[in-house]
């Protein structure tokens, strides 16, 4: 019989750093409802992981990590860049042109659902069960809930834009989902190889898409909230998030790291009220505690600590 090994534990450290990490993953639908008013959503993308990726490349020597010079390495991060930044980037960025971040940051929260059902139908050893199930229905209605009933009826009307937009969203969440599954493969990669890497071949994939129909210098100068968004947008939602993330995944590992998804919608709400002056409808509210509640039955922990408090005998 194997000895159990403890699940690592997250110190107040860590929840510090999970905290800060959900405001700056929360902040960056802020940062990009901002930049996307004066700035085209591609270009965005583009200089987001233009920045971030300079940025990792010149901290990989600092945290002792250097580049595979494989082939299939960089294949892999090319894949793992459209899954994980350029396609979920542009979708988010282009949908919140017709939307507010906190409702982009409510929807971006369904990514969990999808990779549970891509994990059942893609994998052998990653089972939807019976509590995953009823989170992903939940999960599911809450996202119904928050795009409305009316959005069938907007699909030839005004409401066309606003439709499509939370949809692109859902998208991008949908993106994020296969790079979960994709990213399987990387588990004997250094983490921060990893960032840099699919940062890097995003930026490579994006250059010559940018230059050829939507040149920069081609654009108005945008205002400086916009250059400070996007500055925000590279820096701390993208390079120094990656940091922090890769810190607490080694302290506290991946199932205690996952539970910023809890978070950044909260982040996302509180900024975008705070800052943008943005308030919810009864019926996204309605939508936000659907989508938390299926979090809370995929993950697991709140259901079994219930359940372990409960005392013997009792039914």
Same mark, same amino acid.
């Given at each position: 019989?194997?000895?159990?090994?403890?699940?690592?534990?997250?110190?107040?450290?860590?929840?510090?750093?999970?905290?800060?990490?959900?405001?700056?993953? @929360?902040?960056?639908?802020?940062?990009?409802?901002?930049?996307?008013?004066?700035?085209?959503?591609?270009?965005?993308?583009?200089? =987001?992981?233009?920045?971030?990726?300079?940025?990792?490349?010149?901290?990989?020597?600092?945290?002792?990590?250097?580049?595979? $010079?494989?082939? =299939?390495?960089?294949?892999?991060?090319?894949?793992?860049?459209?899954?994980?930044?350029? +396609?979920?980037?542009?979708?988010?960025?282009?949908?919140?042109?017709?939307?507010?971040? !906190?409702?982009?940051?409510?929807?971006?929260?369904?990514?969990?659902?999808?990779?549970?059902?891509?994990?059942?139908?893609?994998?052998?050893?990653? $089972?939807?069960? *019976?509590?995953?199930?009823?989170?992903?229905?939940?999960?599911?209605?809450?996202?119904?809930?928050? /795009?409305?009933?009316?959005?069938?009826?907007?699909?030839?009307?005004? *409401?066309? @834009?606003?439709?499509?937009?939370?949809? #692109? /969203?859902?998208?991008?969440?949908?993106?994020? *989902?296969?790079?979960?599954?994709?990213?399987?493969?990387?588990?004997? $990669?250094?983490?921060?190889?990893?960032?840099?890497?699919?940062? !890097?071949? !995003?930026?490579?994939?994006?250059?010559? %898409?940018?230059?050829?129909?939507?040149?920069?210098?081609?654009?108005?100068? &945008?205002?400086?909230?916009?250059?400070?968004?996007?500055? #925000?947008?590279?820096?701390?939602?993208?390079?120094?998030?990656?940091? /922090?993330?890769?810190?607490?995944?080694?302290?506290? @590992?991946?199932?205690?790291?996952?539970?910023?998804?809890?978070?950044?919608?909260?982040?996302? %709400?509180?900024?975008?009220?705070?800052?943008?002056?943005?308030?919810?409808? &009864?019926?996204?509210?309605?939508?936000? +505690?659907?989508?938390?509640?299926?979090?809370?039955? %995929?993950?697991?922990?709140?259901?079994? =600590?219930?359940?372990? $408090? =409960?005392?013997?005998?009792?039914?």
């Amino acid at each position: 019989m194997r000895p159990t090994v403890p699940a690592p534990l997250m110190g107040p450290t860590e929840w510090l750093l999970l905290i800060v990490l959900s405001v700056l993953w @929360g902040g960056s639908f802020l940062f990009a409802k901002i930049a996307v008013t004066h700035v085209p959503p591609l270009v965005v993308v583009w200089l =987001r992981v233009c920045i971030a990726a300079a940025i990792l490349l010149a901290l990989l020597p600092a945290f002792g990590v250097r580049l595979p $010079r494989d082939g =299939r390495f960089w294949r892999e991060v090319a894949v793992m860049g459209m899954l994980n930044n350029v +396609a979920p980037f542009a979708l988010i960025f282009w949908g919140q042109q017709e939307i507010g971040a !906190s409702l982009a940051g409510i929807l971006n929260a369904t990514t969990p659902f999808f990779t549970v059902l891509l994990a059942h139908l893609l994998t052998r050893d990653e $089972r939807i069960t *019976g509590a995953k199930l009823a989170g992903l229905l939940i999960g599911l209605a809450g996202v119904v809930a928050m /795009i409305g009933p009316d959005a069938l009826a907007s699909l030839g009307g005004a *409401g066309l @834009g606003t439709t499509l937009a939370q949809l #692109a /969203i859902v998208g991008a969440a949908f993106s994020y *989902g296969c790079a979960n599954i994709f990213g399987r493969r990387f588990r004997d $990669r250094p983490p921060m190889a990893l960032a840099c890497g699919q940062l !890097s071949m !995003s930026a490579l994939i994006l250059t010559p %898409i940018i230059l050829t129909f939507q040149a920069p210098w081609s654009l108005p100068v &945008p205002p400086a909230e916009a250059i400070a968004a996007i500055v #925000a947008l590279a820096v701390a939602s993208t390079a120094l998030a990656y940091v /922090i993330f890769f810190r607490i995944l080694a302290k506290a @590992g991946a199932t205690n790291v996952a539970l910023v998804t809890f978070l950044v919608p909260a982040s996302a %709400i509180l900024l975008g009220a705070l800052v943008l002056g943005e308030r919810l409808a &009864p019926m996204q509210m309605l939508g936000l +505690a659907g989508i938390l509640c299926g979090l809370a039955a %995929i993950d697991g922990r709140l259901w079994r =600590r219930i359940t372990l $408090r =409960r005392p013997a005998g009792s039914p």
